[in-house]
């Protein structure tokens, strides 16, 4: 099997559903954010006000470019990844992309109390997921295979989202899928 790279907008649950994917997959995790901040020694947000946007989305091809040619486990982009060409070309044809669609209003209910996210510390900022999403979302739609809606599942329903889907498709093994019907227990006469 390619590789599996999760893309979305920030705050999305790429990170936490690809962890837990790639434990049901029994395959290796690699979030690209961290191997980005591990290659330039600071975290992103200071990288960028220093070096500029730039700067940063060529160090990012870079890496998507380097954790797609190692064709196993699964790849929590960043939300900004399908902005290069590029990029959404490596992931398109050398992994097997899924696209955990939120909406603003849900990205922002998870979201708001974050003060981590730089994206998020501007005065409006529904307005600013707003915009990103309109910009960003028919370039994840473009890169992706599959698309799941994110909605208010829990994470674990989400997993399994991904897993029939790639099961369906042919992708995955049948009994790496978890039955999302518990088996009833007998009635006892």
């Given at each position: 099997?390619?590789?599996?790279?999760?893309?979305?907008?920030?705050?999305?649950?790429?990170?936490?559903?690809?962890?837990?994917?790639?434990?049901?997959?029994?395959?290796?995790?690699?979030?690209?954010?961290?191997?980005?901040?591990?290659?330039?020694?600071?975290?992103?947000?200071?990288?960028?006000?220093?070096?500029?946007?730039?700067?940063?989305?060529?160090?990012?091809?870079?890496?998507?470019?380097?954790?797609?040619?190692?064709?196993?486990?699964?790849?929590?982009?960043?939300?900004?990844?399908?902005?290069?060409?590029?990029?959404?070309?490596?992931?398109?044809?050398?992994?097997?992309?899924?696209?955990?669609?939120?909406?603003p209003e849900e990205l922002?209910?998870?979201?708001?109390?974050?003060?981590?996210r730089p994206l998020l510390?501007?005065?409006?900022?529904?307005?600013?997921?707003?915009?990103?999403?309109?910009?960003?979302?028919?370039?994840?739609?473009?890169?992706?295979?599959?698309?799941?809606?994110?909605?208010?599942?829990?994470?674990?329903?989400?997993?399994?989202?991904?897993?029939?889907?790639?099961?369906?498709?042919?992708?995955?093994?049948?009994?790496?899928?978890?039955?999302?019907?518990?088996?009833?227990?007998?009635?006892?006469?």
């Open positions: 099997m390619k590789p599996l790279a999760l893309v979305g907008m920030p705050g999305g649950g790429k990170s936490t559903v690809g962890r837990h994917l790639a434990r049901s997959l029994q395959r290796r995790f690699v979030d690209s954010d961290a191997e980005i901040e591990r290659r330039i020694g600071c975290p992103i947000r200071v990288f960028f006000e220093r070096e500029g946007e730039a700067s940063f989305r060529d160090i990012e091809q870079e890496v998507i470019a380097e954790l797609v040619s190692q064709r196993t486990g699964v790849i929590a982009t960043g939300g900004g990844t399908v902005l290069r060409d590029a990029s959404r070309h490596a992931l398109h044809t050398q992994t097997t992309v899924v696209y955990l669609r939120s909406t922002f209910r998870r979201l708001r109390h974050d003060m981590h510390q501007v005065a409006d900022p529904m307005r600013k997921l707003r915009d990103l999403y309109a910009e960003r979302d028919p370039l994840y739609r473009r890169t992706a295979h599959f698309i799941i809606e994110t909605g208010r599942p829990s994470v674990h329903t989400l997993v399994n989202m991904v897993l029939m889907q790639l099961e369906l498709a042919g992708l995955v093994r049948a009994d790496l899928v978890p039955s999302s019907v518990e088996p009833r227990p007998a009635p006892s006469h």
